[in-house]
Nanobody, 129 residues
Framework: QVQLVESGGGSVQAGASLGLSCVVLGRTLSTYSMAWFRQALGTDREFVGAISWNGANAQVADSVKGRFTISKDSAANTVYLRMNDLKPEDTAVYYC??????????????????????WGQGTQVTVSS
């Protein structure tokens, strides 16, 4: 089985930066598109970005484009979300998720979170104005 473990959340002032990490643990017999979602209190889960298993292809949502960057260290089996110029509306629990793909260069950007096979427990990001 595969486990995803997020870390790096915290409480910061608006304009600050944070880096989140998602470590992929366990035996990975397949390749996955790795995604970041976030969910603010009382809201729907929102797609933030995704990256292909080989790290070559990445996409981020328009709402965070230019501020957030997703990357992957394949040797460390770790996916990163670098968040710059944080705003109060970025406050949410951030989750990483894995979507099985037939090829390592495929990036999946579906907003249907039910299609993702694995989820981390989430890490809280709080941005104060």
């Amino acid at each position: 089985q595969v486990q995803l473990v997020e870390s790096g959340g915290g409480s910061v002032q608006a304009g600050a930066s944070l880096g989140l990490s998602c470590v992929v643990l366990g035996r990975t017999l397949s390749t996955y598109s790795m995604a970041w979602f976030r969910q603010a209190l009382g809201t729907d889960r929102e797609f933030v970005g995704a990256i292909s298993w080989n790290g070559a292809n990445a996409q981020v949502a328009d709402s965070v484009k230019g501020r957030f960057t997703i990357s992957k260290d394949s040797a460390a089996n770790t996916v990163y979300l670098r968040m710059n110029d944080l705003k109060p509306e970025d406050t949410a629990v951030y989750y990483c998720a894995a979507y099985q793909t037939p090829q390592s260069n495929v990036v999946v950007t579906t907003r249907n979170w039910d299609l993702y096979e694995y989820w981390g427990q989430g890490t809280q990001v709080t941005v104060s104005s």
